[in-house]
């Protein structure tokens, strides 16, 4: 089911690199019925094996040392830094427009999922509320009773981006900024192999302890946003745990098409991880 | 009075491409079937199905613009026009709005006053919907046979001055599309136009459009 026809992916959970690297290998490659697969073939193997010159490793600073990170997030991140100046060059980078991304985020992706969820319209599907009676009760009530309040929001915010007189303000504006961020990333990618930056600003937060504050919740992204934008590949690493025991994972991202680099740096970043 | 307004209009034409599947899809790109015989998830708008272009919907174009003498862009794009509509299962419809396939090109026609040649502005493609239909017992059926369908939208620039060049030139179109194979142009089965009409006097525009089997 669509979401955000331009960021949608299949992200696979896997115990390893050179796990994920097997799905991708499935996965992945030129599929006929698929108009946004690629014809670029998928790397091999051997291109998975540690390289054989030390990695350069761009530290993300405005991430990394990020306001709303947590304690325990910003130590795992500082240990991994630490960890990889010995053996691998560290190089500064900068996004500077990387603080739009969720902005950009939330218009470019709400405005895709309006569009990719109107089919659900008490038409087909199953569920029409018993109470319509014309038209156009069919679609406000069938929609209005058979969305939850969140996908609801989202529609909302979607369609009053792309409505007359909004849509050049907000859509048009936040596909340019998207295209910024994304130079960005490729010129930072032109100095480094990989980009590092912890993936999410803290541990899991209880099921039901943000949901009434969707913005809170929303800012959880802050850090993984960016990769999606523009369209790079990235993977999230389980690093360490806090002191309750949940789980502090730190990202990768790479070049585009780059993915066996960016696993063998994810390989490279598990062998460098402390042992529970 | 009236005599103080003349008509300056113009004419969108949407015909039915012929190719042997639709623009989307593998299904038949055909005529009289029984109801929703030939669909698939991709044009009944599923969840998860997506659409894959038809290189020969292309093609169709490319013949029709090159008959027009339009510039064909090496790159065009493709928009959703979204609206709720029972026939239309995804919500939006396929379209081309920023960047269409061709500009350009014009037609020559012969009316009463004269031949001339009708400027063209823009040719694009996109999908047909399904058919409304509604019944005696006043409930409403949709056949989705005919979503999906590949169209290609050819607008004219608003330049006739009288009804019978407008009739002269949607002969001319259908001829010509009959001719080069790119639409088999029977009305009964395919598009007519929807009319863009404005009327003029001095420096004051009206402006409504209307559509006509």
């Known amino acids: 089911m669509a979401f955000g026809s331009s960021l949608d992916q299949i992200s696979p959970f896997a115990h390893s690199c050179s796990d994920l690297y097997e799905i991708l290998r499935i996965a992945g490659g030129f599929d006929e019925r698929d108009a946004t697969s ?31 990170l947590d304690d325990a997030v910003s130590l795992a991140a500082q240990g991994a830094i630490r960890l990889c100046a010995s053996g691998q060059i560290l190089v500064d980078i900068e996004l500077p427009s990387a603080k739009y991304s969720i ?12 569009s990719n969820l109107a089919r659900f319209d008490g038409v087909r599907y199953g569920f029409r509320h018993p109470e319509a009676t014309d038209l156009a009760a069919v679609y406000d009530m069938s ?33 340019k900024v998207r295209h910024v961020i994304a130079d960005e990333i490729a010129m930072a990618m032109k100095d480094v192999d990989v980009i590092l930056a912890p993936t999410t600003p803290s541990t899991a937060f ?12 929303y800012l ?4 993984t946003v960016p990769a999606n934008l523009a369209g790079v ?3 999230s690493i389980p690093w360490s745990t806090d002191a309750a025991g949940l789980p502090i994972g730190l990202q990768l991202m790479g070049r585009h098409y780059a993915e066996a680099q960016l696993l063998s740096a994810g390989i490279l970043l598990e062998k460098l991880r402390p042992q529970a | 009075m009236m005599s103080a307004y003349e008509i300056v209009a113009g004419l969108e034409i949407h015909a039915q491409i012929v190719t042997r599947t639709k623009a989307f899809c593998r299904c038949p790109n055909q005529y009289g079937a029984a109801p929703n015989t030939l669909v698939c998830p991709v044009c009944l708008g599923m969840p998860g199905a997506l659409p894959i272009l038809n290189r020969e919907v292309v093609a169709q174009a490319a013949r029709l613009a090159r008959a027009l003498g339009a510039t064909i862009h090496n790159q065009s794009r493709f928009d959703r026009k979204n609206y709720f509509y029972p026939d239309l299962p995804k919500g939006y419809q396929i379209s081309q709005f920023y960047q269409p396939f061709a500009t350009g090109g014009r037609l020559r026609i012969d009316a009463n006053a004269g031949e001339r040649y009708i400027s063209i502005t823009r040719a694009h493609l996109e999908e047909d919907a399904g058919k409304s239909m509604h019944l005696p017992d006043g409930s409403t059926v949709v056949d989705m046979n005919r979503c999906g369908v590949p169209l290609i939208e050819i607008v004219s620039e608003p330049e006739f001055r009288s009804p019978d060049e407008a009739g002269a030139y949607l002969s001319a179109m259908r001829e010509l599309l009959r001719f080069i194979g790119v639409c ?4 009964e089965e395919g598009h007519c136009a929807a009319t863009r009409m404005s009327l003029c006097a001095g420096a004051v525009r009206l402006s409504s459009a209307s559509a006509l089997r």
């Open chain 1, 38 to 68: 690629s014809i670029i073939p998928l790397p091999d193997p051997a291109s998975l094996d540690y390289p054989d010159r030390p990695l350069r490793v761009g530290l993300l600073r405005n991430f990394l040392e990020h306001d709303a």
């Open chain 1, 206 to 217: 209880k099921i039901g302890e943000k949901v009434d504050d969707p913005v809170a919740m």
């Open chain 1, 143 to 175: 929609r209005g009773a058979g969305f939850g309040p969140e996908v609801r929001r989202r529609i909302m915010m979607g369609t009053y981006v792309l409505s007359s007189g909004y849509y050049d303000a907000y859509y048009n504006t936040a596909l």
């Open chain 1, 220 to 223: 959880s992204d802050v850090f």
């Open chain 2, 184 to 187: 088999d142009g029977n009305m």
């Open chain 1, 233 to 235: 590949p990235a993977v």
């Open chain 1, 103 to 114: 902005p950009v985020y939330y218009i470019v992706a709400t405005a895709e999922a309006s």
